[in-house]
């Protein structure tokens, strides 16, 4: 058996049994899971996680599930790496990528949220899942599905990257293009969800999925020695990972496995579709839901289901937001590629370049420990790259040709 209690309301803390519900019939507030502390403070310790396998369940009990994980067994525990050049290039000096580009099957880390929202899905009897996805989400979907033997619809904007139509079709999954931008697929699949007897993963499955993403911030203070650090920085398309990650600092705190929390969160957003950041920067915390127009397509949601909560993160932790042009994004993806060696999705360049003018403007201190959280593989967005790289040296097969190239490439 698990340790969820039950469902609550965020807004009017009712609470409802376990069920493949989402929001409350009185308030509409959304739900969240509730877990008993008392006692997985008594199991999940410090030894007891470190002796488990390198996957995302190693903190299953903070995980809304009863039985035994049915997916996601080879997901997650991705890195989380020492920027030492990255560090110099910006003048901090300790900097981390936690590196979700690796280690998931799908790359990126939509394989924590589907690990989890798949898992329940089994347990609540569904023959079929489905989504509404910017991308990341049907590539997931359509693959762990498959491994779970479900039928899988899965809907997306038509205008996405090829590569990551590409990515989703392989699995065969029931894949349907709408004409239209992802907040459009999203409201479409509200209705079919009310007819069709679906678990719709980020819809009556979303209390679930959505703390799959709290395994992406359990890794890192886990990585860091069992500390948390002084900065992170964490791109939003809806806001969920935002609020998730907070939320797992606040539960390792909460059980014992953390001493000390004064973490700041950091909001970033591309500038083509900024609500949260926006009104974070304005200091309100309604969202005025906008027409995306950026080539950070996974993070593409005009109006975010998760945004207000976001904005009120980032307030308790007293962080900030910030937004980030197509131009440098594309230049962040570059920086983070030419000094650690990670290719990053557009996603990724939106959080390292917020994160440096952070730095830059003095929100975020040279001296202090800072975490760049990248959520995606580049290998998926490439489209966003072409014309933006240097051309290779063309050379005939000879010898004589490539000392040619050679003296061009010293400069002769
Ligand atoms: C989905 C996604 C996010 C964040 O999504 P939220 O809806 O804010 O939880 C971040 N990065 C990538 C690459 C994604 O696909």
Request: one cysteine or more; hydrophobic letters at 40%; a positive charge.
């Amino acid at each position: 058996m698990g340790y969820v209690k039950g469902l609550k309301c965020r807004e009017c803390s009712r609470e409802y049994p376990v069920a493949p519900v989402y929001v409350c019939e009185f308030c509409f507030g959304p739900l969240e899971a509730v877990y008993d502390y008392k006692n997985i403070k008594k199991v999940l310790t410090r030894r007891a996680i470190e002796k488990r396998e390198k996957n995302l369940w190693r903190y299953r009990e903070l995980l809304p599930v009863d039985g035994e994980p049915q997916v996601g067994l080879n997901s997650g525990f991705t890195p989380l790496l020492k920027a030492y050049n990255l560090a110099r290039e910006l003048g901090v000096k300790e900097l981390y990528i936690k590196d979700d580009t690796v280690a998931h099957p799908t790359l990126s880390f939509k394989d924590r949220v589907v690990a989890v929202a798949l898992t329940k899905a089994k347990e609540f009897g569904f023959d079929t899942v489905a989504c509404a996805s910017t991308g990341n989400l049907a590539h997931s979907v359509s693959a762990h599905g498959a491994k779970a033997g479900f039928k899988r619809f899965i809907f997306i904007p038509a205008s996405l990257e090829a590569s990551k139509i590409l990515a989703s079709l392989v699995y065969e999954p029931n894949l349907i293009a709408v004409d239209g931008n992802y907040d459009e697929v999203n409201r479409l699949c509200s209705e079919i969800a009310n007819k069709y007897h679906w678990a719709f993963v980020n819809i009556n499955i979303r209390p679930f999925y959505a703390e799959g993403s709290k395994t992406h911030g359990f890794e890192i203070i886990e990585q860091l020695g069992w500390k948390a650090p002084d900065n992170i920085v964490i791109p939003c398309a809806s806001g969920s990972l935002l609020t998730k990650i907070w939320k797992s600092f606040k539960e390792f705190k909460q059980i014992g496995l953390l001493k000390e929390l004064h973490t700041r969160v950091f909001a970033a957003q591309a500038t083509g579709c900024s609500p949260i950041t926006t009104a974070i920067k304005q200091g309100m915390d309604v969202i005025r839901p906008v027409k995306p127009d950026t080539i950070a397509k996974s993070l593409a949601i005009g109006n975010p289901a998760d945004g207000y909560y976001a904005t009120q993160v980032v307030a308790e932790a007293g962080g900030a937001g910030d937004d980030a042009s197509d131009p440098e994004i594309i230049d962040a993806m570059k920086l983070l590629a030419r000094t650690e060696g990670v290719f990053a999705e557009t996603a990724g360049g939106v959080t390292l370049a917020v994160a440096r003018k952070l730095i830059e403007s003095g929100k975020i201190g040279r001296d202090e420990t800072t975490v760049i959280c990248v959520t995606g593989n580049g290998l998926k967005t490439q489209e966003a790259l072409t014309g933006h790289t240097v051309s290779p040296h063309y050379i005939k097969p000879s010898l004589a040709s490539f000392e040619e190239a050679l003296y061009k490439i010293k400069g002769g």
